[in-house]
């Protein structure tokens, strides 16, 4: 079994929907979540950072993490076609550090106008 | 917003030949990382650096790579001897430490010819 799964998609959904990203993972020890925005030939940008179960909103997007399951979730609402990127989960045991984050294969999003 | 930024943003070489991959982490950020996407693959760990030492290395980084702080502000990725497979994107990366996020550079394409 992968560490991290993630569905690459590609997902396509008309501006103004609601979108869901999913990624599971195998190591238990993960308490650290990350999900990252990455554009085209661009570097991985932070969206949201999380710890341990639960969730957390900033603005449009809402992360969500259900560790008994080990399963996390990004949700966008009201997306946007800037939204249009490709959408990476990443995890970690402790968090920044000298530790190395594991990524998901990322899921590749458009949004349509 | 401060960032992390790198050079050059392409680079082309010829097999066996010695690459140099620059950096300038966050000004006061203590921990820095170098990670590598294969096109259409996932973001792959290489290595984290700390107080002028290597932290954590992948399995990837062998002894034809090594990393240097040469002074307060730059932080260097270099390739001995490049093979065609190291021809991917390499994103440098820094964190203020423990529980913080990573935040990552808009990378480095290398093309091993």
């Known amino acids: 079994q992968k560490e991290v799964e993630q569905d690459p998609g590609p997902l396509s959904v008309p501006e103004g929907a609601i979108v869901s990203l999913n990624c599971t993972y195998s190591n238990s020890a993960f308490q650290y979540f990350m999900w990252y925005r990455q554009y085209s030939r661009k570097g991985p940008e932070l969206l949201m950072y999380?710890?341990?179960?639960g969730n957390k909103e900033d603005g449009r997007f809402t992360a969500q993490v259900d560790k008994s399951s080990k399963y996390i979730s990004l949700f966008i609402r009201d997306s946007q076609p800037s939204d249009s990127a490709t959408y990476l989960c990443a995890m970690s045991a402790r968090g920044g550090g000298s530790e190395k984050l594991v990524f998901g294969k990322g899921t590749k999003l458009t949004v349509n106008p | 917003e401060p960032e992390v930024t790198q050079t050059p943003s392409h680079q082309v070489t010829q097999m066996g030949q010695e690459v140099i991959l620059r950096c300038v982490p966050i000004?006061?950020?203590?921990?820095f990382y170098w990670y590598r996407q294969i096109l259409g693959q996932k973001v792959e760990f290489l290595v984290s650096?700390?107080?002028?030492?290597?932290?954590?290395k992948s399995e990837i980084f062998d002894d034809q790579f090594s990393v240097e702080r040469p002074d307060g502000s730059n932080f260097t990725l270099k390739i001995r001897s490049t093979k065609l497979e190291d021809s991917a994107m390499y994103f440098c990366?820094?964190?203020?430490?423990?529980?913080?996020?990573?935040?990552f550079g808009n990378g480095t394409r290398l093309t091993v010819t």
């Open positions: 999380t710890y341990s179960s």
């Open positions: 650096f700390y107080n002028n030492e290597i932290s954590e």
């Open positions: 000004s006061n950020h203590l921990y």
């Open positions: 990366a820094s964190t203020a430490g423990q529980g913080s996020p990573l935040h």
